[in-house]
């Protein structure tokens, strides 16, 4: 599975973004999707998850309220929409899939990987 992660930028805070996730094959629906970012000089973080069969998310509480993660099927796209975001949600955001649960909030969880996309948020 190829993931292509696109939708990164600079923003003010307060701005809204939305990340987009394209799987190469449509047997990503056997995946748990995840977003995942890293921070300059921090390890990677949950972000947030969804299970394609079945349309279950989970948030890390960081993204609660003010992130969403959905799909297309149509478009083999998962995306993540970032509301009302601060300049501590600045890293290189990352698009992954795995087998294991959606709760799964470890980045060794997942086995497949995009090339990330970066945000950055100004005060």
């Known amino acids: 599975v190829q993931l292509v992660e696109s939708g990164g930028g600079s923003v003010q805070a307060g701005a809204s973004l939305r990340l987009s996730c394209t799987a190469s094959e449509r047997s990503y629906s056997r995946f748990i999707m995840g977003w995942f970012r890293q921070a300059p000089g921090k390890e990677r973080e949950f972000v947030a998850a969804y299970k394609w069969n079945g349309g279950s998310t989970y948030y890390a509480d960081s993204a609660k309220g003010r992130f969403t993660i959905s799909r297309d099927n149509a478009k083999n796209t998962v995306y993540l929409q970032m509301n009302s975001l601060k300049p501590e949600d600045t890293a290189v955001y990352y698009c992954?899939?795995?087998?294991?649960?959606?709760?799964?909030?470890?980045?060794?969880?997942?086995?497949?990987w995009g090339q990330g996309t970066e945000v950055t948020v100004s005060s």
């Open positions: 992954a899939a795995g087998s294991g649960s959606i709760f799964d909030a470890l980045p060794r969880m997942y086995a497949y």
